[in-house]
T-cell receptor
Framework: DVKVTQSSRYLVKRTGEKVFLECVQD?????MFWYRQDPGLGLRLIYF???????EKGDIPEGYSVSREKKERFSLILESASTNQTSMYLC?????????????FGPGTRLTVT | LAKTTQPISMDSYEGQEVNITCSHN???????ITWYQQFPSQGPRFIIQ???TKVTNEVASLFIPADRKSSTLSLPRVSLSDTAVYYC?????????????????FGKGTKLSVKP
């Protein structure tokens, strides 16, 4: 079974702090994604990576950056956390071999910025 | 970019068939349509995917008309355990390669409540 793990289920940070959210997948997938999920807004893509050191912006990249130094690991960075970044963050991965891809999601990290 | 629209919520009873429709008027030629299920405190889970016509697997069917501007997820004989949020996703991940930004667009989700 594909396993996507996220470093924390719950995280509380203060405004202005630098925050790292880590995601690891064990299926040798090329593609990795970061989404945020908010009530009434559904899932919105923040960033996407299709290879090591490659990244592409999604719908809402402002205030975020990402890092992918190894194939299995994709990190989301909040350089200076703000209260409007309080949200559920979901990581996903998928294979690029298939035209009809399927994304595998981690359990999510609920981040609260106070 | 293909924007998706789904009903916010639906109610059903055990044993009934449930159909959830997603509208995606601006779907692109290479876009696939994928449906995910999400339970509280979990990440979404893949249900079914299609490009056109009808697709069926062990848990659901997906109907896509010829113009592909909508899709309908059909859940046969739902049970209480099917209570969840269902998302449709339209896009082609390969369109993101090299920065062309063919973004993946999730709908806002349909909360399905199944009652006994």
């Amino acid at each position: 079974d594909v396993k996507v793990t996220q470093s924390s289920r719950y995280l509380v940070k203060r405004t202005g702090e630098k925050v790292f959210l880590e995601c690891v997948q064990d299926m040798d997938h090329e593609n990795m994604f970061w989404y945020r999920q908010d009530p009434g807004l559904g899932l919105r893509l923040i960033y996407f990576s299709y290879d090591v050191k490659m990244k592409e912006k999604g719908d809402i990249p402002e205030g975020y950056s990402v890092s992918r130094e190894k194939k299995e690991r994709f990190s989301l960075i909040l350089e200076s956390a703000s209260t409007n970044q309080t949200s559920m963050y979901l990581c996903a991965s998928s294979s690029s071999d298939r035209a009809d891809y399927e994304q595998y999601f981690g359990p999510g990290t609920r981040l609260t910025v106070t | 970019l293909a924007k998706t629209t789904q009903p916010i919520s639906m109610d059903s009873y055990e044993g009934q068939e449930v159909n959830i429709t997603c509208s995606h008027n601006n779907i692109a030629t290479n876009d696939y349509i994928t449906w995910y299920q999400q339970f509280p405190s979990q990440g979404p889970r893949f249900i079914i995917q299609g490009y056109k016509t009808k697709v069926t697997n062990e848990v659901a069917s997906l109907f896509i008309p010829a113009d592909r501007k909508s899709s309908t997820l059909s859940l046969p004989r739902v049970s209480l355990s099917d209570t969840a949020v269902y998302y449709c996703l339209v896009g082609d991940i390969r369109a993101n390669y090299g920065g062309s930004q063919g973004n993946l667009i999730f709908g806002k989700g349909t909360k399905l409540s199944v009652k006994p």
